[in-house]
C-alpha cells in the first residue's frame, strides 16, 4: 500500500554514517581504501587558483600594444613581489624612462600584444579537507575525496548554524527543561560541545564564545537571538558557512522547546566522548540537517537499522511539526486506512499519537515527523 511521505529525523544510539568529504576542485587523495583515519586527517587536499588582476600596461606607459611584450621585464611564468616592476618603457634617448610595478605577489600568466594589457594572478590557495569523523576510508574518489564510514551516535537537529567543529561532549544542565542562561558555562568549556536543555539565550551564546566552547546543542532558540548573534535575519538558503566562532544546533525548533527527554539522556550519556558537530542546514531540495555524530569503539553495541524507509508504523516516535501542538513528542498508537475530514474540511490520511502526557491526538500523518532510532 502506498503512504504519504513523512520526514525523518534520526536519533540513534548506534548507527552507520558514512560521510562524503570531496574537494572543491580536482585534486590529490591523501588516504587508502580501508585506511583507519581520525577527524582531523587530511584526506584530500588542492590548490584553488589565486585571484586575478589586470594592469594596461600599454596605456600605463603610453604606448601601442603591439610594443609591450618588447618593454617587458618580466614574462609569462614568471614570478613577481609586490610594487616590483614589471614593465619599462625605452624613454627618450635613454632618459625619462617609465615603470610599471606589480600591485600583488605573484606571477605573470600572460602579456598581450593585441590589448596591450598583462594578467598577473596571485599565489594559489591551498585547500585541504579532513575526516570529520573518526572511522574507515570506505570508498576513494579519484582525484576527488574519499567517504569515511563510521559506527556512530547520531542526533540530527531541526536548525542550526555554524560550520564543521569536533569537541568533547559536556552536559551543564541538570535537566532537558534547563534553560541556558550562560551562568552554567565557564572555562572548563573552552574547546567542548555544550549541552544544554530547552533554550539558548543570547547570553548564553556570549559566554560560550567568550570561554572558547566549539558548539552549543539545545532544544530551542529565539529568532531574536539569532539575530543579535549573527547580525542578519535568516533566510531560506543553506546555512553552515558562518564565521561567527560557534556552532548552533536547535534540536527541535525555534522559542523555548524541551529537549526531546531521548536526545537528551543519549548526549548526556556521552558525555566526555569527542563529537563531530555541523550546523549546515538546508529545508528546501536536498535537505541537510545539522547534526552531532560520536564515533563509537567496535563492538559497542548492535548497530542499529532505521525503520523510517517503510514509512509510519505503529509504536514509532514521532514529532509533531504543525500547530496546535508543535514540538510535542509521542508515539503512533493507529494509522486509519481511510481518508478523514480533517480541520479545513478537506479530507486526509491521519493518524492517531499518544503524546507524553499520555493524551491522544488525531492529525494529518503530514503533521508530523518521523524521529528516526
Not at 141 to 145: D, K
Given at each position: 500500500m502506498a503512504h504519504a511521505y513523512t520526514p525523518g529525523l534520526k536519533v540513534t544510539a548506534r548507527t552507520v554514517v558514512r560521510k562524503e568529504r570531496r574537494l572543491p576542485l580536482p585534486g590529490e587523495t591523501k588516504a587508502e581504501k580501508g585506511q583507519r583515519v581520525s577527524g582531523d586527517d587530511v584526506v584530500a587536499r588542492t590548490e584553488l587558483p589565486g585571484n586575478v588582476t589586470t594592469l594596461n600596461v600599454g596605456g600605463l606607459l603610453g604606448v601601442p600594444p603591439e610594443d609591450v611584450p618588447g618593454m617587458m621585464l618580466k614574462k609569462a611564468g614568471d614570478?613577481?613581489?609586490?610594487?616590483?616592476?614589471?614593465?619599462?618603457?625605452?624613454?627618450?634617448?635613454?632618459?625619462?624612462?617609465?615603470?610599471?610595478?606589480?600591485?600583488?605577489?605573484?606571477?605573470?600568466?600572460?602579456?598581450?600584444?593585441?590589448?596591450?594589457q598583462v594578467i598577473l594572478r596571485e599565489p594559489p590557495q591551498p585547500v585541504q579537507v579532513d575526516a570529520y569523523v573518526r572511522g574507515r576510508v570506505a570508498e576513494v574518489?579519484?582525484?576527488?575525496?574519499v567517504v569515511v564510514e563510521?559506527?556512530?551516535?547520531?542526533?540530527?537537529?531541526?536548525?542550526?548554524?555554524?560550520?564543521?567543529?569536533?569537541?568533547?561532549?559536556?552536559?551543564?544542565?541538570?535537566?532537558?527543561?534547563?534553560?541556558?542562561?550562560?551562568?552554567?558555562?565557564?572555562?572548563?568549556?573552552?574547546?567542548?560541545?555544550?549541552?544544554?536543555?530547552?533554550?539558548?539565550?543570547?547570553?548564553?551564546?556570549?559566554?560560550?564564545?567568550?570561554?572558547?566552547?566549539r558548539a552549543v546543542v539545545a532544544g530551542g532558540v529565539e529568532d531574536s537571538t539569532l539575530r543579535k548573534f549573527l547580525g542578519y535575519d535568516i533566510g531560506v538558503a543553506i546555512t553552515g558557512s558562518e564565521k561567527k566562532g560557534l556552532t548552533l544546533v536547535v534540536t527541535e525548533g525555534f522559542g523555548r522547546m524541551r529537549m526531546a527527554q531521548k536526545t537528551f539522556d543519549l548526549l548526556k550519556s556521552l558525555e566526555?566522548?569527542?563529537?563531530?558537530?555541523?550546523?549546515?542546514?538546508?529545508?528546501?531540495?536536498?535537505?541537510?540537517?545539522?547534526?552531532?555524530?560520536?564515533?563509537?569503539?567496535?563492538?559497542?553495541?548492535?548497530?542499529?537499522?532505521s525503520k523510517a524507509e517503510g514509512g509510519?508504523?505503529?509504536?514509532?516516535?514521532?514529532?509533531i511539526i504543525r500547530q496546535p501542538n508543535f514540538g510535542q513528542i509521542g508515539k503512533v498508537t493507529q494509522l486509519p486506512v481511510e481518508l478523514q475530514e480533517i480541520e479545513s474540511e478537506a479530507k486526509a490520511r491521519v493518524l492517531e499519537v499518544e503524546l507524553e502526557d499520555?493524551?491522544?491526538?488525531?492529525?494529518?500523518?503530514?503533521?508530523?515527523?518521523?524521529?528516526?532510532?
Open positions: 614570478a613577481v613581489e609586490k610594487n616590483e616592476a614589471v614593465a619599462r618603457s625605452k624613454g627618450l634617448f635613454g632618459l625619462f624612462k617609465s615603470e610599471v610595478k606589480s600591485p600583488i605577489k605573484g606571477a605573470v600568466e600572460s602579456v598581450s600584444s593585441v590589448t596591450g574518489i579519484p582525484n576527488e575525496g563510521t559506527e556512530a551516535s547520531l542526533v540530527q537537529g531541526i536548525f542550526g548554524v555554524g560550520g564543521e567543529v569536533r569537541g568533547e561532549l559536556k552536559t551543564v544542565v541538570d535537566s532537558a527543561e534547563a534553560v541556558l542562561t550562560g551562568k552554567e558555562l565557564d572555562e572548563s568549556c573552552e574547546g567542548k560541545v555544550v549541552i544544554g536543555g530547552s533554550l539558548i539565550t543570547h547570553e548564553a551564546i556570549d559566554r560560550a564564545l567568550k570561554v572558547g566552547a566526555g566522548r569527542m563529537a563531530s558537530v555541523n550546523g549546515a542546514t538546508q529545508i528546501r531540495a536536498g535537505v541537510i540537517r545539522p547534526e552531532v555524530i560520536v564515533p563509537q569503539e567496535e563492538g559497542d553495541g548492535e548497530v542499529m537499522q509510519l508504523e505503529l509504536g514509532m516516535a514521532v514529532r499520555r493524551t491522544r491526538v488525531l492529525l494529518p500523518r503530514a503533521n508530523v515527523e518521523i524521529i528516526e532510532s
